[in-house]
């Protein structure tokens, strides 16, 4: 028995796995309670060999789709700006212009909450008019999409596709929380294992 979160009683879970493009198989959840507690999640089933997609921004380029999962990590090198999987990462399905226009978003977030400080406000006003001109196609940039996991993609004939090393691989985040257990006792493992 899983306890709601909310009011205690048991939880009721339903999962399956469904078939979808670009991701294979998927593992849809939802957890419901009589209370109105309800969590829903889809989670990659498979993994593929580690890739690494780079394509160079520009006017041409802009509206090539890049489909990233749970488990990519992007960056623009030119500007340091980088996004990493965490526990609460989500998949997404936009374009290269889409892609820039979150990296604006969470430039502008961090210019903001740091309003106080002029040089980290210059430098945010000097990211962001970079991505505006690349926006424009008056500077090239540079995407790299990278996933250990091998789920995330760019569509286009002008991404260059290519495999990561196992190395690479390794050093990469993947979004999941990994639990150690070595070391517990046996009374913590019997804990776990009531989860």
């Excluded at 790299?144 to 991404?159: F, H, M, Q, T, Y």
Aim: hydrophobic fraction near 40%.
């Amino acid at each position: 028995m899983i306890p709601c979160p909310i009011c205690g009683r048991e939880l009721r879970i339903t999962m399956t796995t469904y078939e979808t493009p670009f991701f294979g198989k998927v593992l849809l959840t939802s957890i419901s309670c009589e209370c109105g507690f309800k969590h829903a999640d889809a989670v990659v089933a498979e993994f593929k060999e580690p890739v690494r997609f780079t394509i160079k921004v520009n006017k041409d380029t802009l509206f090539a789709k890049v489909i990233r999962s749970t488990s990519g990590t992007i960056r623009i090198p030119e500007l340091g700006l980088e996004v990493e999987p965490g526990p609460a990462s989500q998949a997404f399905i936009t374009n290269v212009e889409g892609v820039l226009m979150r990296f604006v978003e969470i430039v502008e977030m961090a210019k903001r909450w740091n309003e106080e400080d002029e040089e980290k406000v210059k430098i945010c006003e000097e990211i962001l008019e970079r991505l505006r001109r690349a926006m424009e196609g008056e500077e090239e940039l540079t995407l790299i999409l990278e996933d250990p996991l091998g789920n995330s993609v760019i569509l286009s004939n002008d991404a260059f596709r290519e495999r990561l090393s196992e190395e690479e691989a390794s050093k990469l985040k993947t979004g999941m929380t990994i639990m150690d257990i070595t070391g517990l006792s046996e009374e913590e493992l019997m804990r776990l294992e009531k989860l």
